[in-house]
Nanobody, 130 residues
Framework: QLQLVESGGGLVQPGGSLRLSCVAS????????IGWFRQAPGKEREGLSC????????NYSHSVKGRFTISRDNAKNTVYLQMNSRKPEDTAVYYC???????????????????????WGQGTQVTVSS
């Protein structure tokens, strides 16, 4: 069974940092581009970042570029999202997702579209509040 499990969520103060992890089981991430999405209450799920299967390139949404950093360790079958300079509007459930990569998917305009992804985690709650 293909599974992604996120961890690392919690409560953080504005301006603080948090690192989320996404571990795959049942399959290898070596051939998958990985995306991070979030969904705030009452809002649609938003694509935040995408990393190429080799880890050699990544893309970010305007809302998090310069504050968030995506990385991966294929040996550990794990992808990370380092989140700095947190804002209250970053409060949401954060999801990781995998797309079986046949092209340089993360460089395409389609990368924030959740319909292209094959496997989803259950999400982890992140709350930014003082």
């Amino acid at each position: 069974q293909l599974q992604l499990v996120e961890s690392g969520g919690g409560l953080v103060q504005p301006g603080g940092s948090l690192r989320l992890s996404c571990v795959a089981s049942g399959f290898s991430l070596d051939w998958y581009a990985i995306g991070w999405f979030r969904q705030a209450p009452g809002k649609e799920r938003e694509g935040l970042s995408c990393i190429h299967m080799s880890g050699g390139s990544a893309n970010y949404s305007h809302s998090v570029k310069g504050r968030f950093t995506i990385s991966r360790d294929n040996a550990k079958n794990t992808v990370y999202l380092q989140m700095n300079s947190r804002k209250p509007e970053d409060t949401a459930v954060y999801y990781c997702t995998a797309e079986h990569e046949e092209t340089n998917f993360c460089s395409l305009d389609a990368w924030p579209d959740e319909a292209f992804y094959d496997v989803w985690g259950q999400g982890t709650q992140v709350t930014v509040s003082s």
